[in-house]
């Protein structure tokens, strides 16, 4: 079955077939089925691992038989090697030895001829064969003797594995290992597993070792060429069967078939295509050597041609070499030249990424070095000088540790490993093929291969390709290999090459976790508080001591495995107590949102079938009536709170109670009920397994990296399973403090971060939100001109850490980190999109915020954004080591719904099996949400499927973008977009909006109104029309949201459609008013302002769909007045959504008046840009033009001014002074006083201020001018 499926599964679909899938169409796999059988089999066992019988019925019918298996890996564990290449090929001669005419064609490789340098040829000697047979003269190479030598070899190995110091050193190493990875090194029965990995890891790389250096003594370039040559003289030494050894030599992308550049696996010139690419400059390579190339479909041509050959001749010669060196040679020199052409090309065409690095790296092309050259400028050079920085950073950092400098240091350092371990991989790479590039000038010949070719029929040649000698090399390297590769082998070759996450060890469940925890960190601190003025803190020892305290205290009471307890409090270190007393006693525990009033605590309680109920004294003093809840509903159960739970007995009590505590913990029974959004009715509880925690666990520990010297700050409720996870379990077992607070306010936080304890935190958007709002703030209290400043600053660190290993902003912004303690590390967002702008800027600010996706069913983590410099706007992250993620049935972008499979998944909802099966299919669970994953594997998040709106024209929009394309204005303070039900069938975009007034309070909310709306409309402008908001309300309200804070969409829609339907009934008295007559003429200048026919300005179009933005507004003034008519209210013009609410801003006053030609030539612009200099310039230009004009008024004109109490400063108000001279705005601004006058604008004659480029890049950089002709419609001029 196993083969079946990899057959009609992997080999079947794959671009080899697609000529044949393309002959047959439908009858493609009947065609298939009459001449293919898969068979489940192994070479490396007798008779492919089928009894003697059924390998005899299968050999009857049998003509010949291609063998193509082998161990690819150059220097796999000798005995790997051996069962491949020499077990299986003594196999495959005993089914031979079945066939009515035994017949073998045997695949081999070229590069059996070792370390040697000359003339290849076919017909040299196979059986005896060593590369160094004439430099060890008299020496002779038996195959059979060789292969019992291994065998002898490989069991002197595991003979040397049992010796008892070296047993105690896989102990010892078992031990470390597990102390590495937080396991208990004492718990013998896991211990032994562990040794014995540890054995058969050394049994492997020792064998592997010695396998090496007997290949290379004997010459050849590595294990694989050494076995597959002894696979050759097994066969060669057989006279009683018909066989073919056919030798390939580098085998490489098709010319041909199934077409031009196809190619996969590993292949010889990838990892070098790779490397240069990455940006390795410097190849090293033997000039004059060449590399023998061949392409994969002519290699298939020769096997084929040898096939039929050994049908029809019982004595065909023994060796064919498919290679191209002997007709038409390319050297490296030339290979390395056509490299440089192509990663040019690359580059020049590659849209992503940083253009001027592309620009460089186009500009960089390979070169041509020798061995030695290399070693001394490029990898090995680069990989000793990280090595020793490396080096140098270790020595400093304990020396500066603690403050901003250990983490620029520490960061730097992982740059610095990383890069060494780049250089190193590289290093390697050329090493692998030092033997094929450099040292070795091999000139394989292929004389009978041309012979055997030209038997073939000419009719029928083009059937077994075979043309070496016309291939153009530049053609094939730069149109067909480059590209094959590129597309079919670097994207498989990059993902084997990614740096591989080190998952974190998994335990068995949450009680072997805790057990492990507190034994390993017994006198560390695990949990502190501050409450009621005094300092509290808890050893992992005093919480082994309480849990076992409580659980016997439950167990005692009936709790015992399958009952559940429902656990209600706010954070602090009892609520993580209670938790794992509760799973111990063998319970699931049921967490409930404190702030769940007594009706809907009891509700739980009842839905999830619990014997019990714990509260702190807090929740039980603000719910006298629970008792009473419960009473209503016939729910007898207990009540207690922790005072109880914790409460002493004599200590042969407590050894009593103990004693009734299970042994053991199913790994798959639910360790917490979790219930999602909804307190009435029937809301989904879900079941989170041990299993699912413990791998969660793993998952987070392998990415965040907490250790005994972190801590973290607890602000999330305890009840959510991000908190519970990432801000609980994940530090508790990493032996990592956990930090509580008695009162979640700003200023305990701010108590909490001073401390200098924290160093890392999780929180949801709306904590980064108001952190980076106060940041800003208190910048801003510095004065605009540093807020300014510090913005350039942030922007350009946030560009440093992206392109760079360096992150200045611990320094640069070093009062904002000491104020937040100088040691945070990670702040880490879920829960909802974080907006991209504040976590850009905090960023910039130096910290490392990191954004994860999860949901409750997933244990809550899917995705999150790895520790690094680099930021990926609008990714969410990569999966979790684990966790897998794809996209169903993605659309023509990649957009889809967002499946996950992972150990991490929850059981299902508890008592719902309806449900569960809705989400939980084929074990992936179906997360409702819609997003894409890039070529790098990260995800981004676009909506809820259940949200997407789709339009008359079955375009798909999703809420999410649309909220962030319009959502970047500091005029909003939160919106909500949905859909609305659409006249024309589908549905429209719509957004509730409500404004942040707070923004500028010198602004009217009317004011504020109107910035929200030219936002939008200047947004509209730049996208297409299916994307653009059709409906705007704005609301003074908060959007309405759940108890996890999430926007309730449907009473968003409720909200819209109830504000949509009082607008067109205004909108509609408004047009029975003004009479069709006004209605028609308001139409004919919007249709000439939009450049649209008058069909498609109808009374209820909206102007932004009509192209409007703030311009055409004045434009659209302009026009109404110029064919008689009046804008009662100008400054509410553009308050205007539709032509129908115009009508209520404008009057009709001179019915004579000619409508505006549509034809009419705009006045012809001025063809020279407006100059803007750069902030810095201007900022001091316009210093010393102040300094200028203080001297010239004060120093020379000696100026007095008097009456300066009669400004109206508490509002708006215009000056119109006497003209007397070029100095009189100057003199005004003077008496106005500076805060005033740098508020205050003049205008100036348009002709004379700004009439050439240079006056107008002086007034528009240095001045408040703006400019205004002199005769004509003033606004029109405006």
């Not at 000793?384 to 950092?397: H, M, N």
């Not at 043309?467 to 498989?492: A, C, M, N, Q, S």
Request: with cysteine; hydrophobic share 40%; charged share 30%.
């Amino acid at each position: 079955f196993e083969s079946r499926n990899r057959f009609w599964t992997s080999v079947l679909t794959s671009p080899p077939f697609d000529p044949l899938r393309k002959k047959f169409g439908k009858d493609f796999e009947d065609f298939i089925r009459r001449k293919v059988v898969p068979i489940n089999g192994d070479v490396g066992n007798e008779f492919l691992g089928l009894s003697e019988q059924e390998a005899r019925e299968m050999m009857a019918d049998c003509d010949v038989i291609i063998n193509a298996a082998g161990n690819v890996t150059f220097n796999p564990p000798l005995e790997s090697a051996l069962r491949t290449n020499v077990v299986g090929s003594h196999n495959i001669i005993t089914l031979a030895r079945m066939m009515r005419r035994p017949c073998l064609i045997h695949v081999s490789t070229c590069f059996v001829a070792g370390k040697r340098s000359g003339s290849i040829w076919e017909n040299e000697p196979v059986v005896g064969y060593f590369p160094r047979k004439d430099e060890l003269k008299g020496t002779e190479f038996n195959v059979n003797k060789e292969i019992e030598d291994c065998s002898r070899l490989s069991e002197q190995v595991r003979q040397e594995a049992d010796d008892a110091v070296q047993m105690a050193r896989f102990r010892e190493a078992a031990r470390k290992r597990f102390e590495e990875e937080g396991r208990d090194p004492d718990d013998e029965a896991e211990l032994k597993s562990a040794i014995f990995r540890e054995r058969k890891m050394w049994i492997r790389e020792r064998t592997t070792e010695l396998g090496a250096e007997r290949a290379d003594y004997w010459g050849w370039t590595n294990i694989y060429t050494y076995s597959k040559s002894l696979a050759e003289q097994i066969i060669a030494q057989q006279d009683d069967i018909v066989k073919i050894l056919v030798r390939p030599s580098i085998v490489e992308s098709a010319v041909e078939y199934p077409f031009p550049g196809w190619n996969e696996g590993f292949t010889t010139t990838a990892p070098l295509i790779f490397i240069a690419l990455r940006g390795q400059p410097v190849v090293p390579i033997n000039e004059k050597l060449v590399l023998d190339i061949i392409p994969v479909d002519m290699v298939a041509g020769v096997i084929l041609a040898a096939t039929a050959k050994a049908l029809e001749d019982d004595n065909p010669p023994l060796v064919y070499q498919a290679c191209s060196g002997d007709s038409n040679p390319i050297e490296m020199r030339r290979i390395v030249g056509l490299l440089g052409l192509y990663k040019r090309e690359y580059y020049r065409e590659k849209e992503s990424g940083n253009k001027l690095l592309n620009k460089l790296s186009a500009a960089m092309e390979a070169i041509p070095v020798s061995q030695e050259t290399y070693e001394k400028i490029s990898a090995p050079m680069l990989n000793r000088l990280a090595k020793r920085a490396r080096q140098i950073l270790e020595d400093a950092e304990p020396e500066w540790a603690g403050g901003r400098f250990s983490h620029i240091i520490s960061d730097l350092r992982k740059s610095i490993e990383e890069f060494e371990r780049n250089t190193k991989e590289t290093m390697e790479a050329f090493a692998l093929f030092k033997p094929f590039m450099i040292d070795n000038e091999y000139q394989f010949r292929a004389d009978n291969v041309r012979e055997l070719m030209s038997s073939v029929v000419e009719e029928e040649r083009h059937l077994l390709p075979w043309y070496p000698e016309k291939i153009d090399w530049y053609h094939y390297w730069l149109r067909i290999h480059f590209p094959g590769v590129r597309k079919w082998v670097l994207p498989t070759l990059e993902e084997e090459l990614k740096k591989i996450e080190k998952r974190a060890y998994t335990y068995k469940d949450l009680v072997d976790l805790f057990d492990t925890a507190t034994k390993r960190f017994a006198t560390r601190i695990s949990m502190r508080v501050k409450r009621n003025g005094r300092r509290e803190a808890y050893t992992y020892e005093d919480m082994r001591e309480l849990v076992l305290r409580a659980a016997g205290f439950l167990a005692n009471h009936g709790i015992k495995t399958g009952s559940k307890v429902v656990l209600c409090s706010h954070n602090m270190p009892e609520w993580g107590i209670t938790y794992f007393s509760i799973i111990r006693s063998g319970a699931t525990a049921v967490p409930v949102d404190p702030a769940s009033s007594a009706e809907e605590i009891a509700n739980f309680a009842r839905l999830s079938d619990s014997s019990a109920i714990i509260l702190s004294q807090r929740v039980a003093d603000e719910r006298p009536d629970l008792g009473e809840a419960l009473r209503e509903i016939d729910l007898h159960i207990p009540v207690w709170t922790f005072e109880e739970i914790f409460e002493i007995p004599s200590e042969a009590e407590e050894k009593r109670r103990i004693e009734l505590l299970p042994s053991k913990i199913l790994a798959n029974s639910p360790a917490s009920l979790i219930f999602t959004s909804g307190t009435t009715g029937t809301p989904k509880a879900v079941m989170l397994s041990h299993k699912n925690f413990v791998n969660m666990v793993s998952m987070l520990s392998s990415v965040l990296e907490m250790g005994t010297n972190d801590a973290v700050l607890s602000v999330l409720p305890l009840h959510h399973t991000f908190e519970f996870s990432a801000g609980f379990l994940t530090p508790f077992s990493n032996g990592t403090q956990i930090h509580y607070l008695d009162e979640l306010s700003a200023e305990e936080l701010a108590k909490a971060l001073e401390s200098g304890q924290i160093t890392g935190m999780i929180g949801v958007p709306a904590l980064w939100e108001m952190l980076h709002r106060r940041i800003k703030t208190r910048l801003r209290e510095n004065g605009d001109w540093l807020a300014d400043v510090a913005d350039n600053i942030i922007e350009f660190n946030a560009w440093l850490r992206d392109n760079t290993p360096f992150n200045l902003g611990p320094i640069l912004f070093f009062p904002i980190h000491e104020g937040m303690g100088g040691r945070i590390r990670y702040l880490i967002s879920g829960g909802s999109a974080l907006s991209e702008k504040v976590k850009r800027e905090l960023h910039g600010l130096g910290f490392n915020i990191l954004e994860g996706y999860g949901l409750t069913e997933a244990s809550p983590v899917l995705t999150v954004m790895r520790p690094g410099n680099k930021l990926i706007d609008g990714s969410v992250g990569k999966p979790l080591p684990g966790v897998e993620i794809k996209i169903d049935d993605p659309d023509e972008n990649g957009v889809g719904e967002i499946l996950a499979r992972g150990q991490n998944i929850m059981l299902g909802y508890y008592k719902n099996e309806e449900a569960t099966q809705a989400v939980l299919q084929d074990r992936w669970l179906r997360t409702g949400d819609i997003g894409r994953i890039d070529e790098d594997g990260n995800l981004y998040i676009l909506g809820r499927s259940k949200d997407v709106i789709i339009d008359s024209n079955g375009k798909n929009i999703y809420p999410d973008e649309i909220e962030e394309l319009y959502g970047k204005s500091p005029y909003i303070k939160e919106m909500s977009v949905v859909g609305l039900p659409d006249e024309d069938g589908g549905e429209k975009i719509a957004a509730l909006v409500v404004p942040n007034y707070e923004y500028d309070l010198s602004l009217s909310r009317a004011e504020i109104n109107r910035k929200v709306e030219e936002h939008f409309r200047e947004v509209s402008a730049s996208l297409p029309f299916f994307k653009r908001v059709k409906v705007l309300h704005i609301t003074a309200y908060e959007l309405p949201r759940t108890a996890t804070r999430k926007v309730k969409r449907t009473e968003v829609i409720n909200i819209l459609q109830q504000l949509e339907a009082k607008s067109k009934k205004l909108a509609k008295l408004k047009i029975e008013a003004n009479g069709d007559e006004t209605g028609l003429w308001l139409r004919k200048i919007v249709a000439s302002v939009a450049n649209r026919s008058l069909s498609d300005v109808r009374f209820d179009s909206r102007l932004v769909d009509l192209g409007f933005d703030s311009l055409m507004f004045v434009e659209l003034q302009a026009a109404i007045e110029d064919a008689g008519g009046r804008v009662l209210s100008p400054d509410r013009l553009n308050e205007a959504q539709t032509v129908a609410e115009m009508l209520n801003l404008v009057q009709r006053v001179d019915k004579g008046r000619r409508l505006i030609d549509d034809s009419v030539v705009e006045e012809k612009k001025e063809e020279a840009e407006d100059v803007k200099l750069p902030w810095l310039i201007r900022y001091v230009g316009n210093n010393v033009i102040d300094l200028a004009q203080s001297l010239i008024y004060d120093g020379i004109l000696e100026t007095v001014i008097e009456g300066r109490s009669n400004i109206p400063v508490h509002t708006n108000f215009i000056v119109a002074p006497n003209h007397a001279s070029h100095l009189d705005t100057g003199l005004v601004k003077k008496a106005l006083g500076k805060d005033v006058a740098e508020q205050t604008v003049a205008v100036a004659a348009a002709d004379y201020w700004f009439d050439t480029k240079y006056k107008r890049a002086f007034m528009n950089n240095f001045t408040t001018l703006i400019p205004i002709e002199r005769s004509g419609n003033l606004r029109q001029s405006l």
